[in-house]
């Protein structure tokens, strides 16, 4: 059981809009900062999101992320095949000692 | 943008010990806390212990405290992973991340691919 609580999947056509939701509680997502991960199997999981919102370099602006209260969303437009991956939310629990907690994860299926 | 490679998983029966590495290139390593996390099969990522860039902290998930040491060697620009008392639920990939910054968690930027531990008798 997760911490952070996401869908265990979601599915969307090449071309439209997906959104991943991440739940938690005041103690997480509500007082500190949000990223999100990309991962593919065999692969190392990548940083698509960081401070809730802001993308690294590299990172096409079709991946968006949003934080409200205790709930942060990722969204990505354009769908391609190559997004076909699991996607997690993360972020410090409160403390360093209650440490980093991540979503159960998403995976993402583009039909 | 840095790299990370991660080395030392293996086959190990109940009980048993591994030290798992982690070298990095690319950037200051002796500026960043680092993480080590895993992947059972068939579940999600699991944070599992965080050192502070100069090593004077570490912190770990319940799942591992008291079994589990992170430890780094900043001259070597590598990360470690020492595990005791293993058991068939640690068979996993093991990642080790970077962090941006220092003595406190943020986001992970740099990620290696992982090394496979299977606990098997």
């Known amino acids: 059981q997760s911490v952070l609580t996401q869908p265990p999947s979601v599915s969307a056509a090449p071309g439209q809009r997906v959104t991943i939701s991440c739940s938690g509680s005041?103690?997480?997502?509500?007082?500190?900062?949000v990223s999100w991960y990309q991962h593919l199997p065999g692969a190392a999981p990548q940083l698509l999101i960081y401070?809730?919102?802001k993308r690294p370099s590299g990172i096409p602006d079709r991946f968006s992320g949003s934080k409200s209260g205790t709930s942060a969303t990722l969204a990505i437009t354009g769908l391609q095949t190559g997004d076909e991956a699991d996607y997690y939310c993360?972020?410090?629990?409160?403390?360093?000692?209650?440490?980093?907690?991540f979503g159960g994860g998403t995976k993402l299926t583009v039909l | 943008q840095g790299q990370m490679v991660e080395s030392g998983g293996g086959v190990v029966q109940p009980g048993g010990s591994l030290r798992l590495s982690c070298a990095a290139s690319g950037f200051t390593f002796n500026i960043y806390g680092m993480h080590w996390f895993r992947q059972a099969p068939g579940k999600g990522l699991e944070w599992l212990a965080f050192?502070?860039?100069?090593?004077?902290?570490?912190y770990y998930a319940d799942s591992v405290k008291g079994r589990f040491a992170v430890s780094r060697d900043n001259s070597k620009k590598t990360l470690y992973l020492q595990m005791h008392s293993l058991r068939f639920e640690d068979t996993a990939v093991y990642f080790c991340?970077?962090?941006?910054?220092?003595?406190?968690?943020?986001?992970?930027?740099?990620w290696g691919k992982g090394t496979t531990v299977i606990v098997s008798s």
């Open positions: 050192i502070r860039s100069d090593a004077t902290n570490e």
């Open positions: 991340a970077k962090d941006n910054l220092a003595s406190y968690y943020y986001y992970m930027d740099v």
């Open positions: 401070d809730n919102n």
């Open positions: 005041s103690s997480n997502i509500g007082k500190n900062y």
């Open positions: 993360g972020t410090w629990n409160g403390s360093l000692s209650a440490g980093w907690v």
